[in-house]
């Protein structure tokens, strides 16, 4: 363990860092890589043979063996393939070789990972291919490189491919605008991204004992304990020993792979915590998430711990979401929702505010498809999370602010200027000028928005592609006009009136768990897709597929590709579930009940032979055996349902949405009633109030 003064030389000691490559390659090489970077330029052979050799001379010296490509699947987690470093030599020997081809492809079997349709079983060929925007890393005694993953025939099977064109294009088509602004020297814009995430811990021996946490992630069963979150001890409290040991473990791990882990705290729930990094970019962001991920689960094993990572495994109390925190800015230093201080920043602010309304009003359903996954289902709308409805917070000044652009009068601010945007003298917004509303999909939070409709568990890279790619299509629409405009100042003010009137509709500053705004949001148009199996459709909606198209982010069969295999994980997930489901009801359930049934009866019949009264045992068993039958036909039900799901993928999500969820539902609620009339010894498995409250 090390200590506080020995940080710095922790952090990022298990990566090939801009720092390390600086000083082993030679200055040429590292020009090279620089302006790989900061233009996109290729490398050739001759370069990458270099990094190679410095990159596997450094990781023998830190005890690797390996090497992997490490890449991102249509799985939602991370896949890797190792080879030693060990090439053949004389006299039976071997030597440590890396060379420049090994480093920048690789070819690993493509045939079984989620496709969507686009490669065949019998199509193996894939390739990865270093991404040398994202650092190197050890881990395990491996050295893991960050790559792409995509078929023989050049399709992105991956989530890193799209996400780095999103990059690029928001990056070239915000510079559009800039140059208007009169910015000659910024060359890049980066998506940044601030992912906070939630996660439960769980003691490893009651986990090992329930089969639905072991095979789903989530409990399918367990009663509303006598404590839950009710009195709201638990959220910002003091850490318990045991995590805080956990927390301390898994923040110098994270820091050792360069992850600027930064907060850490309890969450609402009972054993619900929360660790929010540092904002970087989105590539690294994407990277770093994963990587986060992994190490909760990993490093809990080390404390006799689970990390749950699944968006609602408990029911009854608040389930786990990332929120992700995106915002723009350019290789100068600029944050551009950072509202500034004169009458151009905030005219330029203006404008990509009203580019990212518009956009949000437009492709609202698309970003609802972005979050919608089975586990998300089970959260979203819930007393933690936003509703399905997607809305924009900005908080009273900017609403004002935008209100008074739209109706064209009096912006008040404590010296009573009027608002003119670019020409006069719009104020300076501060910062944190809003409250933080935890209710909303979409919040305004200073310099940034805050998408808080993700799920714990899920890759961040969807979202923000789908942010970027749509932020692309509103500057790009902006730029059009603006460079033909022959007066810039009156152009620029009309476009940013008429946007925010056309587009207010999706700004929404209440509370959005209010009955009364989903009333209101159906009154203004507002989308309201409350599961996946309503939300998911949108991916192959005729604009969103024009849309990722048009700005190449994804082709079209790369983006039904990815409608497929969504529908279909939403579809296996649940089938996993409702099979779990039968066996725990079949082998442990239904014998436990009836044992604890059979002995009541025995108890009874006791009593009644010695003429002691047995209201209890008689009243208990008979209830215990009414639903027990109830329970049976219920198992009988889901297990018929389940033979019969479509094979087409859209009707089989809608399918399971409607009727094995609703089996389900039952089987739950009569079960979840067994359980507080059974005997805990006889009770299966560790009920909710050994889950939550033991760590």
Known sequence: MS???????????????????????????????????????????????????????????????????????????????????????????VIMEFSGKELVR?????????????????????????DPTSFAFIKDDTLYIPTLFFSYSGEALDK??????????????????????????????????????????????????????????????????????????HYFGAIRPRVASYMKDLDEELWKLGVLS????????????????????????????????????KVAERHDLVCLLHEKPFAGVNGSGKHDNWSLGTDTGKNLFKPGSTPSQNAQFLLFLAAFIKGVDEYQEFLRATVAFAGNDHRLGAQEAPPAVISIFLGDELNAVMESIINGTQYTDAGKRTLEIGVDVLPAIPQDNTDRNRTSPMAFTGNKFEFRMLGSSQSISGPNIALNTIMSEELEQFADKLEKAKDFQAELQALVRQTLTEHQRIVFNGNGYDDAWIAEAKKRGLSNLTSTADALPAYLDEKNVKLFVKHGIYTKGEIEARAEIHMENYTTTISIEANTMVDMIHHQLLPAVSDYAADLCARAESK????????????????????TDTLLEQCEKLEKDLAEIPSSSEKAMKYTHEILMSDMKAARATTDELETLTDKEYWPFPVYSDLLFYV
């Open 3 to 93: 200590t506080p003064k020995h940080l710095p030389e922790l952090f990022g000691s298990m990566v090939f860092n801009e720092d390390t490559m600086k000083t082993r390659l030679s200055p040429a090489s590292y020009k090279a890589w620089k302006k790989c970077i900061s233009e996109g330029t290729s490398l050739n052979l001759s370069i990458a043979n270099e990094i190679a050799e410095a990159m596997k001379q450094w990781a023998v010296e830190k005890g690797c063996t390996h090497f992997t490509h490490w890449f991102q699947p249509m799985t939602g987690v991370t896949a890797e393939k190792h080879d030693s470093f060990i090439s053949p030599a004389a006299g039976g020997k």
């Open 106 to 130: 690789g070819e690993p079997d493509a045939s079984s990972f989620p496709s969507g349709g686009l490669r065949a079983t019998f199509e193996a060929r894939g390739y990865t291919a270093w």
């Open 160 to 233: 890193k491919t799209p996400l780095l064109r999103s990059m690029d294009e928001v990056s070239r088509q915000a510079i559009r605008i800039l140059r208007l602004f009169g910015d000659t020297e910024t060359k890049r814009v980066t998506a940044s991204v601030g992912p906070e995430q939630e996660y439960f811990l769980i003691d490893k021996d009651l986990y090992a004992e329930r089969e639905d946490l072991r095979l789903c992630g989530r409990t399918l069963f367990g009663a509303k304990p006598p404590k839950g979150q009710e009195l709201e001890d």
């Open 262 to 297: 930064k907060t850490k705290h309890n969450e609402v729930a009972p054993s619900q915590h929360e660790m929010a990094p540092i904002f970087s970019d989105a590539n690294t962001a994407c990277d770093h998430n994963q990587l986060t991920m992994e190490m909760m689960k």
């Open 608 to 627: 009644k032979s010695m003429d002691v009264a047995c209201k209890y045992e008689v009243s208990t068993a008979g209830r215990i055996a009414a639903l």
